[in-house]
């Protein structure tokens, strides 16, 4: 009773579209999800996400859930996640990627999730990593460890949407590091961001981690820019 009135007076909004949503509908309308453009990445291995990084960084795996557009219904999703603490949607988008995942994780033995870190200002001025409710609803699905704590962000940049090409890849192969011991070779990490674009923060991100004796790298992510 109590949250119907509170309903009534703070009706909760589409992430997607901002319509009000109805009582059978949870963070993104019915109509949005029927129009979320879907990359289908997990039907094929070696698919648009895989090429982005051949010949760059060698990778078991990589994928991206949706197509992101430039005022499209992702770049709202995304945004609305990154800036407006609606953390709500990773957790959404998590566990609908992981129903597509499930097959290709069991065949990539993987070990442990990894989120590509904020650096520790950011992360106290935004008070949130944007992919970690992703990532956690994705270990919680695909039974793997989330692991945020053996990569780590060494220097502080400006919001990289604000960055044209050039300043996107400047000097952001020297960004991260890894703490690791003994225990940590050998396994399959599973690198994830929100959205794919040049591949440079993934592949700073990966060749960090590789820097551990025996480790493979796979990507999944959230979104793709796709022109």
């Known amino acids: 009773m109590f949250q119907s009135i509170l309903n009534l007076f703070f009706p909760k909004c589409c992430s997607g579209c ?52 430039k005022k ?11 800036y407006k603490g609606h953390e709500d949607i990773g957790i959404i988008l998590g566990h609908w990627y992981s129903d597509e995942l499930k097959e290709i994780i069991l065949t990539l033995n993987a070990d442990e999730i990894i989120p590509v870190p904020l650096h ?30 053996i990569l780590f962000r060494k220097t502080y940049s400006k919001t990289q949407s604000k960055k044209n090409l050039l300043g996107r890849t400047e000097g952001i192969e020297t960004i991260f590091d890894v703490h690791y011991t003994s225990k940590d070779h050998d396994k399959h990490f599973i690198i994830i961001d929100d959205v794919i674009t040049t591949g440079a923060t993934l592949e700073a991100a990966a060749r960090a981690l590789l820097k551990i004796p025996g480790a493979k790298i796979s990507i999944i992510c959230m979104a793709m820019a796709q022109s």
Request: net charge positive; glycine share 6%.
């Open 72 to 82: 499209g219904i992702v770049q709202k999703l995304i945004h609305n996640l990154k």
């Open 18 to 69: 901002d319509t009000i949503l109805m009582a059978n509908e949870s963070v993104v309308c019915i109509p949005c999800r029927h129009n979320i453009p879907l990359t289908n990445h997990h039907l094929l291995i070696e698919n648009e996400a895989y090429k982005k990084f051949y010949g760059r960084i060698p990778v078991e795996y990589a994928s991206a859930f949706l197509y992101f557009h």
């Open 120 to 149: 520790w200002k950011k992360l106290k001025k935004r008070g949130y990593n944007q992919v970690s409710t992703f990532g956690q609803t994705l270990s919680e699905k695909l039974n793997l460890k989330y692991n945020d704590g």
